[in-house]
């Protein structure tokens, strides 16, 4: 089956930009989607169809998805953006929805 | 205003079965797909089930096939999934979760979740 593989943690400073990747084969060809989960929270979408931010999600938040890896960029990164972070696709060759395993975010 | 609100978890000794419901209001329920996520106690996120639409259409993580069935009632605005076979390993919160469009699109709207616990 599809995996997603994702650093299990990223530290940064605040005001500074996080980078999350997350790697599959031949990523690519396929739609990416992150989403946030706060501690003790339900997971929110913050980037669709690869780059797309939905309604509501602040313009720091962006995102790439190329060959094999697809990367989630922070800019001026605040507190309030601690939090897990997971990458998902759709796999057509098992019709199974994928998560990555999730990276946690830490703001020094 | 998209709410869905889960139902039905509890504690469940191995080999039992649970239902879970999810309440859906604010949209069009009937045009949209519906999931649901799960999440193990210090874990990440696992897809559990999809289910299209209007039914017709079924798909299940390798982890709860043939155990877990899910299904709808647009007349009601309800999801279900009904857990047979429970196993400690099926302790987790389950999420419902709405589809943005199709398979291949975002889970753009989570309930806040319903806990199942099965004791080892």
């Known amino acids: 089956s599809y995996v997603l593989t994702q650093t299990p943690s990223v530290s940064v400073a605040p005001g500074k930009t996080a980078r999350i990747t997350c790697d599959g084969n031949n990523m690519g060809s396929k739609s990416v989607h992150w989403y946030q989960q706060r501690p003790g929270q339900a997971p929110v979408l913050v980037i669709s169809?690869?780059?797309d931010r939905p309604s509501g999600i602040p313009e720091r938040f962006s995102a790439s998805n190329s060959q094999n890896t697809a990367t989630l960029t922070i800019t001026r990164v605040e507190a309030g953006d601690e939090a897990d972070y997971y990458c998902q696709v759709w796999d057509s060759s098992s019709d199974h929805r994928v998560f990555g395993g999730g990276t946690k975010l830490t703001v020094l | 205003q998209m709410h869905l609100v889960e139902s039905g978890g509890g504690v469940v000794q191995p080999g039992g079965s649970l239902r879970l419901s999810c309440a859906a209001s604010g949209f069009m329920f009937n045009i949209f797909g519906m999931n649901w996520v799960r999440q193990a106690p210090g874990k990440g996120l696992e897809w559990v089930a999809l289910?299209?639409?209007?039914?017709?259409?079924?798909y299940y993580g390798d982890s709860v096939k043939g155990r877990f069935t899910i299904s709808r009632d647009n007349s009601k605005n309800t999801v279900l999934l009904q857990m047979n076979g429970l196993r400690p390993e099926d302790t987790a919160v389950y999420y419902c979760?709405?589809?943005?469009?199709?398979?291949?699109?975002?889970?753009?709207?989570w309930g806040p979740g319903t806990l199942v616990t099965v004791p080892s």
């Open positions: 979760v709405k589809d943005l469009a199709t398979v291949t699109s975002p889970l753009d709207h």
């Open positions: 169809y690869d780059s």
């Open positions: 289910i299209s639409y209007d039914g017709s259409e079924k």
